[in-house]
């Protein structure tokens, strides 16, 4: 075939040209990153400096997804007041540089890649959903860059011990689910239970989290329904799980799809179940558009003060958000969960690097996971952050939350779940 | 002041040129054949005349310029233009591509009154009415073209190439009619064939057409009397 | 029994969802012969319109028709700003531009409003019918009601006006409509206008019932096209009826058939329409293309 | 009666320009002459083996990406750009070749170079098998199949989760480079991912120059002719499908190693959308169409989102439309016109 020849006779001779050009390359020359030196020798300090922190995050500010893209506003906010009204972390101002991935594995790692080798941050900090943060964990531990608090509640964030990089942040599904079963298996031992869960991880891991914890109790789940992201509706499952008649309703969805949940719970006169709604739709935005009336007697889990709820109006941490948001990001609105979310992950950032014995990449690594009761303004009071050799979980309690009126009410206290249930496996 | 005046007809498609200037003129209620080979440029020159290429020169049509507007504009100048192909709506039924026809005219009963007429002048036309338009035969929508033409009221007809693909005897029943229409309605017809000798009947002057020019115009009679012009396009020696 | 029928009912409330938003899509594929891919971000991007004069205090009875008329001016706009200019161009190329359409405004509704869930007005009364233990709630009879009415004003438009007439003319053969002097131009735009006024009124009738975000319609759209293929997309009762049966068949297969449960239930509507195409090309009420060669 | 004019005769005048060549069309002939093609193809292979030399790692990702992406669309070309067949579906082939290299690779069956021959064959052979069906359909009836069957996948890849990992995904070791070769481990993608596509480049260029090649762009011109003039349509069509759906698989075996990880959620419908228009605003029917559009689809979104942090995707969408305007026949169709040489 004359034609291939001819490429491969082009081909050689690109490899010959090649080879004595490769000493010159743009490769070799940056690529050095820095050390430390004194007590805390050798290790990398890359991306930071007497007067700088450099960190990088990647969210989906694009495609399906982009709901989670209004996060980075909040804990923007909040670097923004550090480094203007507290002189930054022990003197050094925050530069947050945050990529879009578009929900996508692939951007996800590319967009890492830059972070880490082009924009030579010091850490990640805040890799959204759990595909794109597991697609970036190997990459972050090869490195030896700190993939701190990822914005996900998947459990193995903190029961994988290969990658001692990358640690998560918010309670676990798991733990959460525990909370429901243990609550459960006190106050209504031979519960129904229907379940409608998002066909992904996220669903997946309540899912297990809550039947591993119900295991060998009374409390059965009698009819499971999954629904996928792309489904326009939760409605069809809904009315599936109706015919169950179970007693209690364990709803595993996110914002959209909670409303419309709650919705077809209320609509549905015929059945009247015990309602618990995870955390991650439990803001108050998402019962609003229902109808507050519709939402009564609704239980849910929390580890953060919703900003939308009354209660924590007067709240002088709470107070503080809500002025900040406004005064550094004008156009966000304060009660949106996701605002506030970013603000309070921000927080414990900022106490978690002040808590580092070395400015290195390895000084928060070992001070991300040597966390003892860091209290974090916004969180609710009682939930402490706490990490250690055998601990990958920073927040792990929670407190359960009914709602009357217009606003969540805090009952119970708050349970430790590591305490409670031991780790999570 | 002649009907259509038509002077230095450039038109072409893209980098390709058909036409190189032509200019001729048409009487109102006169019948003007114009005959050539294949590629001789004769679709092209209706298609300037109705805007559907651009073309540059000057045309007039009693008076107002016609080269520059968009075919909906020509068309409701009162141009009729009956394209090759026939340009019939297939999945119309007959009757709908009549009253598409008559679309721009606002006197609803006169449209009404016009698809009799154009049914009387076309009886298969009546029958199918109702029938779907892609079903007809070539002869049938040939007739439903020049039919839906009619019902512009148009004052000049321009019909590209009726004969095509009919057989010999509905090709000249179809000249008779359009013959009839133009003493009947004094409808000016520009009408394009290559079957010159059909055409020469019904036409009251003829332009020959070559490579994009006139070589040859006249009466109809002179045309056929011309050795030239039976030799090349009638196909008999004289 | 009853809850079959509630399932039955469930699917056709469904199914009127994916009508409604399909009868749009069939209207411009009539003129253009291409789906228009943004036609469902359209559709939220009018509701949003709706919603935002409602929350400035208007009566939802105002704000109805006069989002249909901005709705209206929209789609017409769009195809004199964004598909002109690409009109000479393959389909494919204009079935990109609509993608594109899609992509730009889901983010600007998104960038406009956030994506904080928004609840809608409801023009139906709250609570249902109850027939025999078989609830029937009143949205969903909305729903199919006012789907049901476009579908006829539709029809009768397409079959018995001259407007009608005309844009069928134009969807046909451009360029023959061209010769009986219609503006094609302007019938594309009225299309377009119509299309997105439709779809307007799908979205406002959809949003009480999948609550108000940038992503409303990115989840009905695939279906839609999925009951326009099977109706056949140059029928709107073909789409009505494809898009009801598609809901029906995709709610009973995944309440009752075990294997394929609530995740695999995408697959039916895939298996109806490769089985209805593979036996009528055009559709189940679509007319087969007549071609005298 | 008509007025009695003189019949005339009029001669056509003899066209006396002398052919005059405009300055661009002198520049068009000098680049597309024989000698200047080769140059160039020499250049750009110099280019292409220096490359990762130059680059820091993270740039060789990218073009690693692009890489990918150009044989994926290379695929999606065969079947859109040369036999006229409309796909939203390709992404899902994308996703079965990725795949099977990670359940291959999860369990270490065999070497990694072996998974892309398998995933290779397999998409081959379910590209044929929907390559019948598909001859009922066209255009618009057989996108929306393509496309429900993308959507079915996912759920159906979470389903079986024993096997595909389900919703977690499966990570995997990415291929080492071997020592002798001395390269760092993105070097070594970049070449596995070069010499893929560079293989796959060469075998569709000997196939569109085939009579395979010519089968199928006479079915894109017009299907009824090329029938008529005894060509297979059945045959060809499922053909091009096939071979569309064994690129996709190939793209799909390299992203896997390349990227080292697999989810439901990395292919949903979005991917699909996003070849298409890749490789309609790279150039329909033209091999440098499935270049263009792979860079167009690895760099556009991180451009636009320089451009404008808070929403990216109306920078994104503008720019599909706009490069649309531009060149409604893709880059590819552009650079031709601007380099035509008129005869």
């Known amino acids: 075939m004359r034609t291939t020849t001819r490429w491969v006779g082009i081909t050689l001779a690109g490899v010959l040209l090649a080879a004595p050009l490769a000493a010159c390359s743009q490769r070799g020359a940056n690529n050095g990153g820095s050390e430390a030196s004194g007590p805390c020798k050798g290790q990398q300090t890359t991306g930071i400096t007497k007067t700088s922190i450099k960190l990088g995050g990647t969210y989906p500010l694009s495609g399906p997804a982009s709901a989670y893209g209004e996060i980075p506003k909040g804990v923007r906010a909040y670097f923004d007041y550090v480094n203007k009204e507290k002189g930054g972390v022990n003197g050094r101002k925050i530069q947050w540089i945050v990529r879009d991935d578009a929900y996508q594995p692939p951007k996800s790692v590319e967009e890492a890649r830059r972070l880490v080798e082009q924009d030579k941050v010091f850490a990640l900090f805040q890799t959204l959903g759990t595909p794109p943060s597991t697609a970036i964990w190997d990459y972050a531990n090869q490195q030896k860059v700190p993939q701190i608090y990822v914005a996900t509640g998947a459990s193995k964030w903190g029961t994988d011990t290969k990658h001692p990089w990358t640690i998560g942040w ?94 077809a719970d209320a609509k549905d006169t015929s059945w009247n179940p015990l309602h618990i709604l995870n955390s991650v739709s439990a803001s108050v935005t998402v019962l609003k558009p229902v109808g507050f009336s519709h939402v009564q007697n609704v239980v849910s889990a929390a580890y953060f003060k919703d900003p939308a709820d009354p209660q924590w109006a007067d709240d002088p941490a709470m107070k503080l958000y809500k002025a900040k948001l406004k005064q550094y990001q004008p156009g966000a609105d304060p009660e949106d969960q996701f605002h506030a979310y970013g603000w309070t992950v921000a927080e414990s950032l900022v106490k978690t690097l002040e808590s580092m014995k070395c400015p290195t990449r390895e000084g928060l690594r070992d001070a991300m996971r040597s966390q003892h009761d860091q209290t974090d303004d916004m969180l609710l009071p009682g939930v402490l952050v706490n990490t250690g050799p055998g601990d990958g979980f920073p927040i792990e309690s929670m407190q359960l939350e009914r709602f009357k009126g217009s606003r969540w009410h805090l009952f119970d206290k708050v349970v430790d779940t590591r305490k409670e249930f031991g780790p999570v496996q | 002041m002649t009907f259509l005046e038509v002077s230095d007809l450039r038109a072409g498609y893209g980098a390709v040129r058909v036409l190189h200037g032509l200019s001729f003129s048409v009487e109102e209620g006169e019948i003007c054949a114009i005959l050539g080979p294949n590629g001789a440029g004769k679709t092209t020159t209706l298609r300037a005349l109705s805007g559907v290429i651009r073309g540059r020169g000057t045309v007039t049509l009693g008076g107002t310029n016609l080269l520059g507007r968009s075919p909906e504009n020509v068309a409701r100048l009162g141009v009729a233009h009956v394209p090759e192909g026939r340009g019939t709506f297939t999945q119309l039924t007959v009757e709908e591509n009549l009253r598409i026809g008559g679309y721009v005219r606002r006197d609803a009963d006169g449209v009404r009154r016009d698809i009799d007429r154009v049914y009387a002048y076309f009886p298969p036309l009546r029958e199918r009415r109702r029938q779907v338009a892609g079903s007809l035969s070539g002869g049938e929508q040939q007739m439903l073209a020049i039919g839906r033409a009619l019902m512009l009221r148009p004052r000049l007809m321009l019909l590209d190439e009726p004969s095509l693909g009919l057989a010999p005897i509905v090709t000249r029943e179809l000249f008779g009619i359009v013959s009839a229409v133009n003493e009947e309605e004094r409808t000016t017809v520009v009408v394009v064939e290559q079957n010159a000798h059909l055409a020469l009947d019904i036409a009251h002057q003829a332009h020959v057409l070559e490579t994009g020019h006139i070589v040859l115009s006249g009466t109809a009679a002179d045309i056929r009397a011309d050795e030239q012009v039976a030799q090349a396009y009638l196909g008999y020696r004289v | 029994m009853a809850e079959f029928i509630q399932q039955v009912v469930q699917g056709l409330g469904s199914g009127a969802i994916y009508a409604s938003l399909a009868l749009a899509l069939s209207l411009i594929y009539r003129f253009t012969g291409i789906v228009n891919l943004a036609q469902g971000e359209m559709a939220m991007f009018s509701t949003y319109i709706a919603w935002q004069l409602v929350h400035a205090g208007m009566s939802f009875w105002l704000a109805l028709p006069l989002t249909l008329l901005i709705s209206f001016a929209g789609g017409a706009l769009i195809e004199r700003i964004i598909i002109r200019p690409v009109e000479g161009a393959p389909e494919l190329t204009i079935v990109i531009v609509t993608v594109g359409l899609f992509v730009f405004v889901n983010a600007a509704a998104g960038f406009i409003w956030s994506f904080l869930i928004k609840s809608f007005p409801n023009p139906f009364p709250d609570g249902a019918l109850n027939v025999g233990g078989v609830q029937f709630d009143f949205g969903t009879l909305g729903v199919l009601g006012v789907v049901a009415v476009v579908m006829g004003v539709l029809y009768l438009l397409f079959q018995y006006t001259k407007l009608g007439l005309g844009m069928r003319a134009v969807a046909q053969d451009p360029a023959s409509a061209r010769l009986a002097g219609i503006r094609v131009g302007r019938m594309l735009a009225l299309g377009w206008g119509l299309a997105a006024t439709a779809g307007a009124l799908s979205g406002i009738l959809v949003a009480p019932l999948l609550f108000l975000d940038p992503n409303l319609m990115s989840g009905v759209l695939i279906y839609a096209i999925a009951a326009a293929t099977l109706g056949g997309f140059d029928s709107p009762i073909g789409v009505v009826v494809g898009g009801l049966i598609v809901g029906v068949a995709e709610t009973l297969a995944g309440a009752y058939i075990g294997f394929i449960g609530s995740d695999l239930k995408i697959g039916v509507p895939l298996v109806i329409i490769i089985v209805v195409l593979l036996l009528r090309p055009q559709g189940l009420f679509g007319r087969p293309t007549v071609e005298r060669a | 009666m008509t007025t009695g004019r003189e019949t005339t005769r009029r001669t056509a005048p003899a066209e006396a320009d002398t052919p005059y060549v405009s300055p661009r069309e002198r520049a068009a002939r000098l680049l597309t002459g024989r000698p200047a093609r080769w140059t160039f193809a020499a250049v750009l292979a110099v280019a292409l083996i220096y490359a990762p030399f130059y680059f820091v790692p993270f740039r060789n990702f990218q073009l690693t990406l692009v890489l990918v992406y150009a044989v994926a669309l290379l695929g999606l070309n065969l079947l859109v750009g040369y036999s006229g067949q409309i796909s939203l579906g390709h992404g899902a082939f994308f996703a079965i070749g990725a795949y099977a290299t990670a359940i291959l690779m999860y369990r270490g069956l065999v070497p990694y170079p072996v998974t892309l021959v398998v995933a290779a064959v397999l998409c081959f052979a379910l590209g044929f098998a929907l390559g019948v069906p598909a001859l009922r359909l066209r255009g618009l009836y057989l996108a929306v199949v393509t496309l429900s069957i993308g959507l079915f996948l996912q759920p159906f890849l979470k389903r079986f989760g024993s096997l595909t990992g389900g919703a977690m995904g499966l990570t995997i070791p990415k291929p080492e480079p071997p020592a002798w070769s001395g390269l760092a481990p993105d070097q070594w993608l970049y070449f596995l991912a070069l010499l893929v596509a560079a293989v796959t480049f060469a075998l569709v260029w000997c196939l569109m120059r085939s009579r395979v090649g010519r089968a199928l762009l006479a079915i894109r011109e017009n299907e009824t002719a090329a029938e008529v003039m005894g060509v297979r349509l059945a045959f060809y069509k499922t053909f091009a499908f096939a071979w569309s759906a064994m690129l996709a698989g190939i793209a799909g075996a390299v992203y896997t190693w390349v990227i080292g990880f697999v989810s439901p959620d990395s292919f949903t419908i979005v991917l699909s959308i996003t070849l298409l228009a890749g490789i309609v605003v790279g150039g329909l029917g033209s091999m440098s169409g499935a270049v263009f559009g792979a860079l167009f689809v690895e760099f556009v979104p991180s451009v636009s989102q320089d451009v404008n942090e808070a929403a990216p995707g109306i920078i994104f969408g503008l720019l599909i439309i706009v490069v649309m305007f531009a060149a409604p026949t893709g880059f590819a169709g552009l650079l031709r016109r601007l380099l035509a040489v008129r005869k």
């Open chain 1, 170 to 263: 918010q309670p676990n599904y798991v733990a959460e689910s525990r909370i429901y079963a243990k609550w459960l298996k006190d106050n209504k031992p031979n519960a129904k239970v229907a379940v409608l869960y998002q066909n992904d991880d996220y669903g997946q891991d309540y899912l297990n989290g809550f039947t591993k914890a119900i295991a060998g109790s009374g409390v059965k789940i009698i009819a499971k329904q999954s629904y996928e992201v792309t489904d326009p509706s939760v409605a069809p499952q809904m009315s599936k799980l109706a015919e169950s008649k179970a007693d209690t309703f364990f709803d595993i969805t996110t914002p959209k799809f909670g409303s419309q949940a709650l919705a």
